[in-house]
T-cell receptor, first 111, second 115 residues
Framework: RKEVEQDPGPFNVPEGATVAFNCTYS??????FFWYRQDCRKEPKLLMS???SGNEDGRFTAQLNRASQYISLLIRDSKLSDSATYLC????????????FGKGTRLSVIA | NAGVTQTPKFQVLKTGQSMTLQCAQD?????MYWYRQDPGMGLRLIYY???????DKGEVPNGYNVSRLNKREFSLRLESAAPSQTSVYFC??????????????FGPGTRLTVL
């Protein structure tokens, strides 16, 4: 099983749609979870951290299921500006350990 | 506050040439990282420095060396470039502390082509 696995997409959705991305991770000792966003030919930028209780930031909702080792990102009311690649990111274990990046899921929001 | 800066932005090398990629951060972060990103491969960690004075290998260290010059600067050196090292290189930094504050902040990247 890969350390972090994501559906590569692309997801092509109309403006206003709701879209969900899923991610699985293999290391049960992982403690930190993130979603990053990467625009074409740009650097990755933090979208949001993912907490055990789930968290929301405007139109974005992240969920973590430790038992299933599964992370999700829900985007409501998609905007054209949401078009990007979304990277699922997990640390290798507890404490100060490097992050492992998924290959990303590409989203295109169409007018 | 510039965040993480990288130089150069673009570089073309011939096989066998050497070069150093520079990275600096002004956020007083303890940890710094070098990644490469290839199509279909995602970000792969080359080397990292958890704190000033320490460096560790990541997933793909072969063909690279690093120097943590001081808390601000972390350089990546290709001693004898190969076409397989054609990639986009990203530097990142983070402040490791309590409470999982290991969010990484990335520089704009260096696009390297080795002919």
């Amino acid at each position: 099983r890969k350390e972090v696995e994501q559906d590569p997409g692309p997801f092509n959705v109309p403006e206003g749609a709701t879209v969900a991305f899923n991610c699985t991770y293999s290391n049960s000792a992982s403690q930190s979870f993130f979603w990053y966003r990467q625009d074409c030919r740009k650097e990755p930028k933090l979208l949001m951290s993912v907490y055990s209780s789930g968290n929301e930031d405007g139109r974005f909702t992240a969920q973590l299921n430790r038992a299933s080792q599964y992370i999700s990102l829900l985007i409501r009311d998609s905007k054209l500006s949401d078009s990007a690649t979304y990277l699922c990111v997990v640390n290798k274990g507890s404490g100060n350990t490097p992050l492992v990046f998924g290959k990303g899921t590409r989203l295109s929001v169409i007018a | 506050n510039a965040g993480v800066t990288q130089t150069p932005k673009f570089q073309v090398l011939k096989t066998g040439q050497s070069m150093t990629l520079q990275c600096a951060q002004d956020m007083n972060h303890n940890s710094m990282y070098w990644y490469r990103q290839d199509p279909g491969m995602g970000l792969r960690l080359i080397y990292y420095s958890a704190s000033e004075g320490t460096t560790d290998k990541g997933e793909v260290p072969n063909g690279y060396n690093v120097s943590r010059l001081n808390k601000r600067e972390f350089s990546l050196r290709l001693e004898s470039a190969a076409p397989s090292q054609t990639s986009v290189y990203f530097c990142a930094s983070s402040h490791i502390g309590t409470g999982n504050t290991d969010t990484q902040y990335f520089g704009p990247g260096t696009r390297l082509t080795v002919l």
